[in-house]
Every structure is written in C-alpha cells, then in structure tokens.
C-alpha cells in the first residue's frame, strides 16, 4: 500500500523483466560503440600531415572527448605516455640558436573486462508498474511489451505531421477542440501504418521505393510518414472553360499504386479525379 502526500492511497506491483533479445541488441551496439572509440582513441597516436601534433593537455581533452561521445568512459582504461624530444633550430634573421622541445604523447587503450561484464549483465532490464495484484507476471508482460507503440503515437502529436506543439491557442476550450481533432488524425496514422503492415505480413512481402536516395531498400514496417511521403510532387490541375471544368491529375507511379493496394483502396478512387467533366 502507497501513500502520496495528500494522503491518497492505491495498491500497485512492480515486476523488473529482462528481455533477452533487448539485451542482446544493446549488447551488440556497445561493442560496437567501443570498437569505433579505440579505433578513434589509436587515431590520435598517427602524426599525419598536416594535423597538429597534440600536447598532453589537448591530448586527455580529445581522448574525453570520445570516451563521452561513444558513452564507454567507465568501460576502457586509458593510459599516457609523454615523451620529450628536443630539437636544435639554427639562427637566422638575427635569432640566435636554440632548442625547441616538442612533447610526443602516446595514448594506450585497454578494456575493463569487469566493468565490461558489470554493464553487460544489466542490459535489457524494465521495470514495470501496475496496479492489479492479482495480474501475473507473464500476462503484464504481454499487456505492456507493445506499450512503445503508444508512445510513439503521441511522439507524434509534436512532429510534423500533426503539429500539436508549439501551441499558440489561450481558450481551453479551442485547445480541447484542437487535441480532439488531431486525437482523429493519430488514428488514422495508426490505421493506416496497420492496415500495411498487416497485408505484407499476410503475404510474406516488403516496401521499397520509400527511402529517399534508396529506393532498393525495402521494409515490413513502413510507416505512415514514410508512405505519405512517396506521394510528394502530386498535383491536381483545374481547367475551367465557359461551362465546362476538366481535372488532370498526376500518374500515379508503381509505388504509389502498391501502397493504395496494401490499403485495400481501388486505384479507380484516384484514377476518376483526372476525368471528371462537369458542365
């Protein structure tokens, strides 16, 4: 039993899970993250032309630096070496002999293996949170395992396509009215992205021609944003003469035609728009 500071009280279970294939995943992800930071970290021992040699200072900077960009600081031990080499530079234009000491700083990278194995054993963890005791714990799992989805539906009331945020509305009624309106279009971008993914699971098939710059690339799980998108450059030209009003549309192209199918849409929807004449 909880109690919150006014004094509510409710019953709840907190069930930790670890997904297998989560931790699999992110364990694949961090070697990779720390094989591109050793190669990175080496990077820096090569003297290459033109790159400015850097000194012990700018060194621990730069190896900081990427330890912090690949998130594997507490994962690799990192070791200095400093050497000096001194150098004698002749005289001229009135500037007497001297000698120039240049700082050499080489960097070593070893793994924490404990530390690796530590991290390792805590990938793929969630803790779930529910209010029905009586629910077990392989049915909250299967209640919450898509819960991501949800989220990722309302992620999109502030992105482009429905646009709730910024709000520049003061009547809460408008923004209720607003939030009801774009509640409707979330759930067509869900049917939609549904309704698609379902019928290529049906027929073992995938999308491509959706990938800017890819069109070869091909997916099961397309979404919405990605289909409305292959619609882009569509116009809908309107010649009106004395009485007479013809509509031309733009062909449709075989991408375009296999997404209308997928959605069960008859191409004639489309296709009618370019001859109508009405008098």
Same mark, same amino acid.
């Given at each position: ?93 009135? %500037?007497?002999? !001297? ?8 960097? *070593?990278? +070893?793994?924490?293996?404990? /530390? =690796?194995? @530590?991290?390792?054993?805590? %990938?793929?963890? !969630? ?8 629910? *077990?714990? +392989?049915?909250?799992?299967? /209640? =919450?395992? @898509? ?133």
């Amino acid at each position: 039993m909880l109690t919150d500071k006014n004094g509510f009280k409710w019953q709840e279970q907190r069930l930790v899970v670890q997904s297998l294939k989560q931790a699999d995943a992110q364990r694949i992800a961090l070697d990779n993250r720390l094989k591109e930071a050793e190669k990175v970290i080496a990077a820096l021992n090569k003297q290459l032309r033109g790159r400015k040699r850097l000194n012990e200072e700018e060194t621990h900077t730069a190896v900081d630096d990427i330890l912090k960009q690949y998130d594997v600081a507490n994962l690799l031990v990192i070791g200095y070496k400093v050497d000096k080499k001194f150098t004698k530079k002749r005289g001229y234009l009135g %500037l007497p002999t !001297r000698e120039i000491m240049t700082e050499i700083v080489t960097v *070593s990278i +070893e793994r924490d293996d404990t /530390a =690796y194995d @530590e991290t390792v054993r805590n %990938l793929g963890w !969630r803790v779930y949170v529910c209010n029905d005791i009586e629910l *077990s714990l +392989e049915k909250a799992v299967l /209640a =919450y395992r @898509e819960q991501y989805i949800i989220e990722r539906g309302f992620s999109r009331m502030r992105g482009k396509i429905l646009g709730l945020t910024p709000l520049f509305l003061s009547s809460s009624t408008r923004i209720k009215g607003l939030i009801r309106l774009l509640s409707i279009g979330l759930r067509v971008l869900c049917l939609v992205e549904f309704t698609v993914r379902e019928a290529l699971r049906e027929k073992a098939e995938t999308l491509n021609g959706i990938y800017a710059g890819n069109p070869k690339r091909a997916t099961a799980r397309p979404t919405t944003e990605m289909m409305l998108k292959a619609f882009d450059g569509i116009s809908v030209a309107v010649i009106s003469l004395g009485e007479k009003t013809w509509h031309s549309v733009t062909k449709l192209n075989a991408v375009q035609l296999r997404i209308l199918n997928l959605l069960g849409f008859p191409t004639a929807i489309y296709q009618n728009l370019g001859i109508v004449e009405s008098g």
